[in-house]
Nanobody, 121 residues
């Protein structure tokens, strides 16, 4: 059974960089055909796909966040990470990592429990 677990700081100040880690167990992030994403949900809004990394290491990002977002991975730790630079209070959200098969727009069958991030001074 694949499990994903997000970890992060909880509180970030405006203009700082948010750093999140997703630790995966029960399956390798390098296994072919899987797409690993970061998705967030702001209060009162729907799910927003932020970006992701593919099993072979290539990345893709939401056009609206591309200039401020970086996703990378640590295969030895079976983790992938998100950096979101220059955050504003609008970045306050629950952040999820999730896995899909056959594309970032595919069905996400495994999700972490989410980590709540507040951006406030």
């Amino acid at each position: 059974q694949v499990q994903l677990q997000e970890s992060g700081p909880g509180l970030v100040k405006p203009s700082q960089t948010l750093s999140l880690t997703c630790t995966v167990s029960g399956g390798s992030i390098t296994t072919s055909s899987y797409y690993w994403s970061w998705i967030r949900q702001s209060p009162g809004k729907g799910l927003e796909w932020m970006g992701g990394i593919v099993h072979e290491g290539s990345t893709d990002y939401s056009p609206s966040l591309k200039n401020r977002t970086s996703i990378s991975r640590y295969t030895s730790k079976n983790q992938f990470t998100l950096l979101l630079r220059s955050v504003t209070p609008e970045a306050t959200a629950v952040y999820y990592c999730a896995r899909a098969r056959s594309g970032f727009d595919g069905e996400y069958t495994y999700w972490g429990q989410g980590t709540h991030i507040t951006v406030s001074s």
